[in-house]
């Protein structure tokens, strides 16, 4: 099959489908090196370059997210038979949920494709993928995109499938549940994506609700501190750790996701020795009267007031 579209008339349909379903940019591309690796051609992707792919002349690599950072597919990318074997099981699963997905072989494990019915942020497409990924118990695994937005770069991207791999010279196909190629041929496979089934919005958000924690209400004791200002009274009543744990999922050593900045690092800490919190990414720290302040975007005052009903005696 590898010189199959050599001789196909057919081609530039083939190419023209590939680029409206896997290219999300095309003021510059990815080539694949001989090691495996990418660089960057800060040059125009044309028609050209597609051909060049499908013939096995280069190998291209697909930019996952669009200039606005918007994403219309997600790849979780198994590394190992293993992986991939997990996530070829799950996808009778997914399917009944309503969620479709694209299983295609690479040199080791494989490529598990999303599509969506329209562009989604590179921020909704990973929670997408990661609620995937936790609900198999799958964590160290990569997922595409990497990023929730771009920064500098163009971001992450993926092999563009149909291609030769540089590294070993073979062209690695789509299979369908059962194992079996998508369409005995690429010509055919390509077709088949030139609509793939999508996963539609509600059913994005069901998946990204799969492993949402549900939200605890807080359980406060009321403290009788006499005699001193309201503030002094409720740093007194409560430890911040304590109180801020009843907002905050905290590791056992007081660090979690910091609930004020898009954190994905455990950025927020609670210090108990000082008994104050922080957060290494710039969003303060305090005692639990700032914390307040800063989570019900209240002043000082009614901050104290709110705080004075919620933890002290009258
Ligand atoms: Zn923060």
Known sequence: MRTEFERNPEIHALAETLWRTFIQRDDLYARQLDDGRYCCVRKALTEKHLLAHLKGGITLGAYVLDTDSRARFAVIDADDD??????????????REGVPSYLEASRRGGHLWFFFDEPISGKTARSFGKS????????????F??????????????RLPFGV??????????????GEALASTYAGQIRVMASPRVVDKAAIEKVINWNQVPKREPVLVKVDVNGEALSVQIKRS???LDFVGEYVELAPNGRG???????????????TEKNY???????????LIDFWIKL???DFKDAVGELAKMLLIE
């Open 82 to 95: 293993h992986q991939l074997a997990r996530l070829a099981d799950m996808r009778l699963s997914l399917a």
């Open 132 to 143: 995937i990924l936790k609900s198999v118990d799958l964590n160290d695994i990569e997922l």
């Open 145 to 158: 995109p990497k990023q929730d937005k771009l920064g500098d770069g163009p971001g992450s991207l993926i």
């Open 165 to 178: 791999h540089r590294k070993d010279g073979q062209r690695y196909g789509f299979v369908t549940i059962r």
């Open 238 to 240: 409560m430890r911040v």
């Open 257 to 271: 996701l910091c609930p004020f900045h898009d954190d994905h690092n455990a950025s927020f800490s609670v210090n």
């Open 277 to 287: 919190w922080h957060c290494f990414s710039g969003c303060g720290g305090g005692s």
């Open 296 to 298: 019900k975007d209240v």
